[in-house]
């Protein structure tokens, strides 16, 4: 079946660590996206992808890292400098031809707590 | 610059009564508007979408939800609640930026026996 995985479901920070949240997807989308939620907040953008090598910041950036070398995968780093990590993350990725209105796919998330 | 507006970030309901979540939104060039459903602690499932096509739209589950561009509004409606509708709704908007959205707030619908 296709579809987006992410892993790990829930994953622990301990402070001043980097940790690595993956984002796997089988469906031959191009453009990939992560999005942070928090309670009565919505989904804010990370980081987006629309080809392989390439990703734009998204409007809560700072603290964050991605890297997209492959077209099924597009990990985010939380850094250190993210002084707020506690957060559900879900990933995202959708097909480039239909344009604008092109419909986004969501993995199941990872919960992200920090110790 | 675009915007979502989701009017009540809690609405309770009887099972069989109508489902009304609102939703408005801003935007300087037509809108694509979607409408997400999230469980707990898994990830959105999309319920339906406009694309200018229709200003009716329906979706998964009994679900749809008119386009109307004089009120700017995307509200979500389904004429009989059920137990497993419990959750929480998402309004995004798209169109200016390739394959971005902004999500409003969301809405958490409770349905009582």
């Known amino acids: 079946d296709g579809g987006i995985t992410q892993s790990p479901k829930y994953l622990f920070r301990k402070e001043g660590q980097n940790v690595t949240l993956s984002c796997e997807q089988n469906?031959?989308?191009?453009?990939m996206y992560w999005y942070r939620q928090d309670p009565g907040q919505g989904l804010r953008l990370i980081y987006y992808s629309q080809i392989v090598n390439d990703f734009q910041k998204g409007d809560i950036a700072e603290g964050y890292s991605v890297s997209r070398e492959k077209k099924e995968s597009f990990p985010l780093t939380v850094t250190s400098a993210q002084k707020n990590p506690t957060a559900f993350y879900l990933c995202?990725?959708?097909?480039?031809?239909?344009?604008?209105?092109?419909?986004?796919?969501f993995g199941p998330g990872t919960r992200l707590l920090v110790l | 610059a675009q915007s979502v507006t989701q009017l009540g970030s809690h609405v309770s309901v009887s099972e069989g009564a109508l489902v009304l979540l609102r939703c408005n939104y801003s935007?300087?060039?037509?809108?694509?508007l979607f409408w997400y459903v999230q469980y707990p602690n898994q990830g959105l499932q999309l319920l339906l979408k406009?694309?200018?096509?229709?200003?009716l739209v329906k979706g998964i589950n009994g679900f749809e939800a008119e386009f109307k561009k004089s009120e700017t509004s995307f509200h979500l409606t389904k004429p009989s609640a059920h137990m497993s509708d419990a959750a929480e709704y998402f309004c995004a908007v798209g169109g200016t930026s390739y394959g971005k959205l902004t999500f409003g707030q969301g809405t958490i619908l409770t349905v009582h026996p």
């Open positions: 406009y694309t200018s096509a229709a200003t």
């Open positions: 935007s300087s060039v037509p809108p694509y």
């Open positions: 995202a990725s959708s097909l480039p031809g239909q344009g604008f209105q092109e419909t986004q796919y």
């Open positions: 469906l031959n989308h191009d453009a």
